[in-house]
């Protein structure tokens, strides 16, 4: 059974660097075509795609935030982690992490989500 | 705004069948990516109900199906319930010169009368 858990910072102040880290059981990420990506989604809005890293280590980031974002992965703690730098008020949102299955480019499985809320 | 189109709402009375449509362009949907499709209720993380244009996951209804035509992407509902009501959202891939990205549409909320 595949499992993803966010954890992170809930309260973060403007202009500070959020990381957030993914914690996953029930599949590796040493496994060809695997993937771990992040999503959020502000209060009452749309999803927003963020980032994905694959099982090859290969980065994909949204063109608009790529600036901002790194993704990277421990495969030996069945983590990734996503930092987000420069954090404003419009950055509050819940941020969701999900697997991406080898051979498919859905989102399979998805953690429950962290809210966190940028204010000063 | 979302890189993929979506009627912000659709509604419809129980036992009927509605259609949800995800409008692309020829860098997404219409470069040959697959579409894929989510249910939402409040509160709790999207799920997975469509996977590549017309695939659904084990212990999905078969009263939902998916298909996709061109640059765009179409969600059914048939036999409307009252516990369909919720958001649902597109997903495909965009070309970009840094390579695929994945993309989202701005999601629809899907009423039962």
């Known amino acids: 059974q595949i499992t993803l858990k966010e954890s992170g910072p809930t309260l973060v102040k403007p202009t500070q660097t959020l990381t957030l880290t993914c914690t996953f059981s029930g599949f590796s990420l040493i496994t060809g075509g695997v993937g771990v990506g992040w999503i959020r989604q502000p209060p009452g809005k749309a999803l927003e795609w963020l980032a994905l890293i694959y099982w090859d280590d290969d980065k994909r980031y949204s063109p608009s935030l790529k600036s901002r974002l790194t993704i990277t992965k421990d495969t030996s703690k069945n983590q990734v982690v996503l930092t987000v730098t420069n954090m404003d008020p419009v950055d509050t949102a819940t941020y969701y992490c999900?697997?991406?299955?080898?051979?498919?480019?859905?989102?399979?499985?998805w953690g429950q989500g962290t809210l966190v809320t940028v204010s000063s | 705004q979302s890189v993929l189109t979506q009627p912000p709402s659709v509604s419809g009375a129980p036992g009927q069948r509605v259609t949800i449509s995800c409008t692309g362009s020829s860098s997404n949907i219409g470069a040959g990516y697959d579409v894929h499709w989510y249910q939402q209720f409040p509160g709790t993380a999207p799920k997975l109900l469509i996977f590549g244009n017309t695939n659904r996951p084990s212990g999905v209804p078969d009263r939902f199906s998916g298909s996709k035509s061109g640059t765009s992407a179409s969600l059914a509902i048939s036999g409307l319930q009252a516990e369909d009501e919720a958001d649902y959202y597109c997903q495909s891939y965009g070309s970009s010169l840094i390579g695929p990205y994945v993309v989202f549409g701005g999601g629809t909320k899907l009423t039962v009368l």
């Open positions: 999900a697997h991406k299955t080898s051979g498919r480019y859905d989102l399979g499985w």
